[in-house]
């Protein structure tokens, strides 16, 4: 079983529409979570931390459930520019290794 | 401000060629360090960390190394190129912090063995 498992996608979108991406991780003891975002080519980028408690950026909602083992992102009023790959991060080994998902490839259409 | 610089930023090798990548990084001590590579349309693959100077954990059996030799310097190397070995290889780093910790990545090298 893989470490982090997300769904490749690719989601097809409208603009403004709502979207949501789950990851899973099999570690339970895994200590941190992020989304980062990858434009075509080039490196990839923090979107945002995955709080404990679930946090929201603006259009974006990051939610964190341990008991499940999985991490959310939703994507609200999604804008062409949205248009891009998201990838899961969990961090292990007290925190030093951070190992990525495969990526979920969103393409938001006018 | 931290910065991190990677070259070359495209390469292109014959099989059987060696190869050496290199990564620094400024404006932070004691960094993690973080070697991936990204086959084309595919994710992240963590191939060497390293929590300090001469520690590398290695996850991907193959016939790559990693090297340490200085706290903010990271070395990819491997003595013989293969085909599967083409892709886009990214260095980052980070400093443990939580649920803040953030790994910030080099621009990539794009390796292409023929």
Known sequence: ?110 | SQTIHQWPATLVQPVGSPLSLECTVEGTSNPNLYWYRQAAGRGLQLLFYSVGIGQISSEVPQNLSASRPQDRQFILSSKKLLLSDSGFYLCAWSVLGGENTEAFFGQGTRLTVV
């Open chain 1, 1 to 110: 079983r893989k470490e982090v498992e997300q769904d490749p996608g690719p989601f097809n979108v409208p603009e403004g529409a709502t979207v949501a991406f789950n990851c899973t991780y099999s570690n339970s003891a895994s200590q941190s979570f992020f989304w980062y975002r990858q434009d075509c080519r080039k490196e990839p980028k923090l979107l945002m931390s995955v709080y404990s408690s679930g946090n929201e950026d603006g259009r974006f909602t990051a939610q964190l459930n341990r008991a499940s083992q999985y991490i959310s992102l939703l994507i609200r009023d999604s804008k062409l520019s949205d248009s891009a790959t998201y990838l899961c991060v969990v961090t292990m080994e007290y925190g030093n290794k951070l190992v990525f998902g495969a990526g979920t490839i969103l393409r938001v259409k006018s």
